[in-house]
């Protein structure tokens, strides 16, 4: 035991002081840590991925095999089934974009073409939840026998663009917009922008070989 001005201390006493001076600073000093860290944070905006665009340039597409022809931007590749298949479909791979337009064709005749149409009016309004949100543009080119209806749906859709072609007598071709992985509308606004002058491009210069 230690004896200081009549005062007898126990060496546990002077252990247990000297801890609480250290855990005294310890706090002291960590409660400062944090006060500097809040000072300092400043929070960020929600953001999106950042997506590269770049600018399009086309050439025709044109197969044997197919009953029409149409142009198609360099930075995507075409799917086609094999030269013996029955199938009459095809893809549009955005692969930079994660991104394909489903493509389709059936013959018509002027009795089924009416089926067609809404058969395919009623998949798009399927896909979302308010009907209000399609907005539908017309084009036409009666020296080509094309007659186009481009269907631009807002908010979030499985699909954001599809769209149809005919002559109204034997040719009907449909395409769809889709994105292999889930994700915000607003996110892929740009994109979705930028395919949709390529499908613009593909109404504005598609024609039938027969």
Request: net charge neutral.
């Amino acid at each position: 035991m230690k004896k200081v001005n009549n005062v007898v201390f126990h060496p546990f006493d002077v252990i247990i002081s000297k801890m609480t001076r250290r855990i005294i600073i310890f706090s002291f000093l960590f409660t400062c840590l944090l006060l500097s860290c809040k000072k300092n944070y400043t929070p960020k905006p929600k953001g999106y991925l950042r997506i590269e665009i770049r600018e399009a340039q086309y050439v025709a597409f044109d197969r044997d095999e197919l009953p029409y022809g149409f142009n198609i931007s360099t930075q995507t590749a075409v799917e086609t089934p094999s030269k013996d298949s029955s199938l009459n479909w095809l893809n549009i791979d955005y692969y930079d974009f994660e991104a394909k337009i489903y493509c389709s064709y059936q013959p018509i005749t002027p009795q089924t073409l009416p089926i067609c149409e809404n058969e395919c009016r009623r998949l798009i309004e399927h896909s979302v939840k308010n009907a209000d949100a399609i907005n539908e543009r017309f084009y036409e080119n009666k020296e080509r026998h094309i007659y186009a209806s481009l269907f631009l749906i807002e908010g979030e859709s499985a699909s954001p663009i599809q769209f149809t072609l005919t002559d109204s007598v034997s040719n009907f071709f449909r395409g769809a917009l889709y994105y292999t992985y889930g994700s915000n509308a607003d996110s892929l606004a740009p994109v979705t922008e930028y395919i949709k002058k390529d499908i613009v491009e593909l109404i504005q210069s598609f024609y039938w070989k027969k």
